[in-house]
């Protein structure tokens, strides 16, 4: 199978022999100068959401999603073991449940426009950020709702890096279980 992949600002036209469509290969990659890959967005699908990957940055697109797959490991064409950076570019709202949504993403720094995460209808968060270890600070807005929640169970869990996490805006009233919440978060500090 051939893949495209089309530089917009010099509107030419990378090509490469893919045997497998849901990775573009490390030596294709290898193989293209910085600024052949650097202006060139690969355009994906996540729980039928577009999103697109450049320069280790995931963008997600706004739309609702019911009962999301995480994110590591499932958007095709994506090494998500290499995102660093994840903006979400309009309002993205989740029904049901948010179950290791941000999780194992092994690289993640920064999520960046969390405020828009619309999570009113969310009843679980138990994983959500779980051992993305190079996450350092989540600055969750007053937006973030957790007023139904009833499940953060291993929420941070082995957020190794984290240091920085302002909580007061969260809604625990609900939450039934809220064990190992902040388990192996050696960094967490008041």
Same mark, same amino acid.
């Given at each position: 199978?051939?893949?495209?992949?089309?530089?917009?600002? =010099?509107?030419?036209?990378?090509?490469?022999?893919?045997?497998?469509?849901?990775?573009?290969?490390?030596? $294709?990659?290898?193989?293209?100068?910085?600024?052949?890959?650097?202006?060139?967005?690969?355009?994906?699908?996540?729980?039928?959401?577009?999103?697109?990957?450049?320069?280790?940055?995931?963008?997600?697109?706004?739309?609702?999603?019911?009962?999301?797959?995480? !994110?590591?490991?499932?958007?095709?064409?994506?090494?998500?073991?290499?995102?660093?950076?994840?903006?979400?570019?309009?309002?993205? =709202? !989740?029904?049901?449940?948010?179950?290791?949504?941000?999780?194992?993403?092994?690289?993640?720094?920064?999520?960046?426009?969390?405020?828009?995460?619309?999570?009113?209808?969310?009843?679980?968060?138990? $994983?959500?950020?779980?051992?993305?270890?190079?996450?350092?600070?989540?600055?969750?807005?007053?937006?973030?709702?957790?007023? !139904?929640?009833?499940?953060?169970?291993?929420?941070? $869990?082995?957020?190794?890096?984290?240091?920085?996490?302002?909580?007061?805006?969260?809604?625990?009233?609900?939450?039934?279980?809220?064990?190992?919440?902040?388990? $192996?978060?050696?960094?967490? !500090?008041?």
């Amino acid at each position: 199978m051939t893949k495209k992949v089309v530089n917009p600002k =010099s509107n030419s036209t990378l090509a490469s022999t893919k045997t497998n469509n849901d990775a573009v290969s490390a030596d $294709y990659l290898n193989n293209k100068s910085n600024s052949e890959i650097d202006n060139s967005a690969i355009k994906s699908e996540w729980n039928n959401l577009e999103v697109s990957y450049n320069n280790h940055v995931l963008t997600i697109h706004s739309g609702t999603v019911t009962n999301p797959k995480r !994110i590591a490991g499932n958007i095709k064409g994506v090494d998500t073991s290499q995102i660093t950076k994840i903006n979400l570019d309009g309002k993205l =709202s !989740i029904n049901g449940s948010a179950l290791e949504l941000f999780s194992e993403l092994n690289n993640l720094v920064t999520i960046e426009n969390l405020d828009q995460l619309d999570t009113t209808n969310v009843t679980d968060m138990s $994983y959500m950020f779980a051992s993305s270890r190079q996450l350092a600070n989540i600055t969750f807005s007053s937006k973030f709702n957790t007023s !139904i929640v009833t499940n953060m169970s291993n929420m941070f $869990y082995d957020c190794q890096s984290l240091s920085g996490l302002d909580l007061a805006n969260f809604k625990t009233s609900k939450v039934a279980n809220m064990q190992a919440m902040f388990a $192996y978060c050696s960094k967490l !500090i008041n």
